[in-house]
Protein backbone atom coordinates (compact mmCIF):
# COMPACT_ATOMS: atom_id res chain seq x y z
CA UNK A 1 0.00 0.00 0.00
CA UNK A 2 0.67 3.18 -0.63
CA UNK A 3 1.23 6.15 2.40
CA UNK A 4 1.70 10.05 2.42
CA UNK A 5 3.94 10.82 5.73
CA UNK A 6 4.18 14.67 6.50
CA UNK A 7 5.53 16.36 8.89
CA UNK A 8 4.71 19.33 10.16
CA UNK A 9 5.83 23.26 11.40
CA UNK A 10 4.90 26.99 11.97
CA UNK A 11 6.12 29.99 10.12
CA UNK A 12 7.81 30.31 13.49
CA UNK A 13 10.10 27.55 12.65
CA UNK A 14 11.02 27.95 9.37
CA UNK A 15 12.54 31.42 11.20
CA UNK A 16 14.37 29.60 14.00
CA UNK A 17 15.73 27.20 11.35
CA UNK A 18 17.58 30.60 9.76
CA UNK A 19 18.89 31.75 12.69
CA UNK A 20 15.68 33.96 14.17
CA UNK A 21 14.51 32.45 17.16
CA UNK A 22 11.11 33.08 18.89
CA UNK A 23 9.58 32.16 22.36
CA UNK A 24 7.16 29.84 20.12
CA UNK A 25 10.43 28.53 18.53
CA UNK A 26 13.93 29.08 19.48
CA UNK A 27 17.00 29.68 17.18
CA UNK A 28 18.57 26.50 15.65
CA UNK A 29 22.11 26.43 15.11
CA UNK A 30 24.26 24.54 12.52
CA UNK A 31 25.01 21.95 14.66
CA UNK A 32 21.65 21.70 14.79
CA UNK A 33 20.49 21.68 10.82
CA UNK A 34 23.24 19.76 10.22
CA UNK A 35 22.22 16.90 12.65
CA UNK A 36 18.40 17.19 11.24
CA UNK A 37 19.91 17.17 7.65
CA UNK A 38 21.95 14.49 8.19
CA UNK A 39 19.30 12.08 9.67
CA UNK A 40 16.69 13.10 7.09
CA UNK A 41 19.45 11.45 4.28
CA UNK A 42 19.99 9.00 5.93
CA UNK A 43 16.65 8.45 6.57
CA UNK A 44 15.50 8.86 2.66
CA UNK A 45 18.76 7.04 1.52
CA UNK A 46 17.79 3.68 2.90
CA UNK A 47 13.89 4.34 2.52
CA UNK A 48 15.26 4.26 -1.49
CA UNK A 49 17.49 1.16 -0.33
CA UNK A 50 14.60 -0.82 0.59
CA UNK A 51 12.55 0.17 -2.06
CA UNK A 52 9.54 2.02 -0.05
CA UNK A 53 10.70 5.18 -0.89
CA UNK A 54 8.99 6.74 -4.43
CA UNK A 55 8.78 10.57 -3.29
CA UNK A 56 10.19 12.86 -0.56
CA UNK A 57 10.49 16.68 -0.07
CA UNK A 58 10.85 19.41 2.31
CA UNK A 59 8.98 22.33 1.61
CA UNK A 60 9.67 26.40 0.72
CA UNK A 61 8.78 29.04 3.89
CA UNK A 62 4.93 29.15 4.11
CA UNK A 63 6.39 32.72 3.14
CA UNK A 64 5.71 31.35 -0.16
CA UNK A 65 1.92 29.97 -0.16
CA UNK A 66 -0.23 30.90 -2.43
CA UNK A 67 -4.21 29.97 -1.69
CA UNK A 68 -6.41 29.79 -4.80
CA UNK A 69 -10.25 29.92 -4.50
CA UNK A 70 -12.56 31.11 -6.71
CA UNK A 71 -15.20 34.12 -6.25
CA UNK A 72 -19.26 33.48 -6.43
CA UNK A 73 -18.68 34.37 -10.98
CA UNK A 74 -16.02 31.69 -10.93
CA UNK A 75 -13.08 34.22 -11.34
CA UNK A 76 -10.04 32.82 -9.20
CA UNK A 77 -9.20 34.46 -6.16
CA UNK A 78 -5.46 34.54 -4.96
CA UNK A 79 -4.39 35.30 -1.53
CA UNK A 80 -0.59 34.94 -1.15
CA UNK A 81 0.72 33.69 2.58
CA UNK A 82 2.24 33.52 4.80
CA UNK A 83 -0.57 33.79 7.10
CA UNK A 84 -0.81 34.45 10.84
CA UNK A 85 -4.12 32.96 11.38
CA UNK A 86 -2.36 30.05 10.33
CA UNK A 87 -0.59 27.81 13.54
CA UNK A 88 0.72 24.64 11.61
CA UNK A 89 1.92 24.14 7.78
CA UNK A 90 3.21 20.90 6.27
CA UNK A 91 6.79 21.27 6.16
CA UNK A 92 7.56 17.97 4.20
CA UNK A 93 6.43 14.97 3.02
CA UNK A 94 7.45 11.19 1.70
CA UNK A 95 5.26 9.00 -0.39
CA UNK A 96 6.03 5.44 0.69
CA UNK A 97 5.39 2.19 -0.83
CA UNK A 98 5.22 -0.61 2.66
CA UNK A 99 3.64 -3.70 3.17
CA UNK A 100 1.85 -2.21 5.94
CA UNK A 101 0.59 0.04 8.34
CA UNK A 102 2.96 -1.47 11.05
CA UNK A 103 5.48 -0.60 8.90
CA UNK A 104 4.94 3.17 8.15
CA UNK A 105 4.32 3.31 11.85
CA UNK A 106 7.83 2.60 12.53
CA UNK A 107 8.91 4.74 10.17
CA UNK A 108 6.76 8.05 10.99
CA UNK A 109 8.11 7.21 14.99
CA UNK A 110 11.53 7.40 13.65
CA UNK A 111 11.15 10.77 11.43
CA UNK A 112 9.00 11.94 15.28
CA UNK A 113 12.77 11.36 16.68
CA UNK A 114 14.53 13.53 14.21
CA UNK A 115 17.17 15.79 16.34
CA UNK A 116 15.80 19.57 17.15
CA UNK A 117 17.90 21.93 19.34
CA UNK A 118 16.16 21.74 22.86
CA UNK A 119 12.59 23.55 23.50
CA UNK A 120 11.98 23.59 19.72
CA UNK A 121 8.31 22.23 19.93
CA UNK A 122 7.36 19.01 18.73
CA UNK A 123 4.20 17.80 15.99
CA UNK A 124 2.59 14.58 15.11
CA UNK A 125 3.87 12.98 12.30
CA UNK A 126 0.74 12.54 10.35
CA UNK A 127 0.31 8.97 8.25
CA UNK A 128 -2.63 8.63 5.40
CA UNK A 129 -3.30 6.16 3.25
CA UNK A 130 -3.36 7.05 -0.49
CA UNK A 131 -6.56 6.05 -2.03
CA UNK A 132 -5.64 4.25 -5.37
CA UNK A 133 -9.00 3.10 -6.14
CA UNK A 134 -11.88 5.89 -5.33
CA UNK A 135 -14.49 6.05 -3.24
CA UNK A 136 -17.06 3.41 -3.78
CA UNK A 137 -20.81 3.14 -3.46
CA UNK A 138 -20.75 -0.70 -1.90
Same mark, same amino acid.
Given at each position: ?17 ? !? ?5 ? =? ?9 ? $?? $? ?10 ? !? ?18 ? /?? /? !?????? /????? #? ?21 ? #? #?????? =??? =? !? ?19
Amino acid at each position: MKYLVMVQGSHADYEAMS !GRGSAQS =PAWDQESLTAM $FD $FMNTLNEELTES !GEMLDGQGLADPGETRFVTV /DA /D !GRPVVT /DGPYA #ATTEVLAGYWVLECASLDRVTEI #A #ARVARC =PQP =P !GAPEYPVVIRRIDETGPSLD
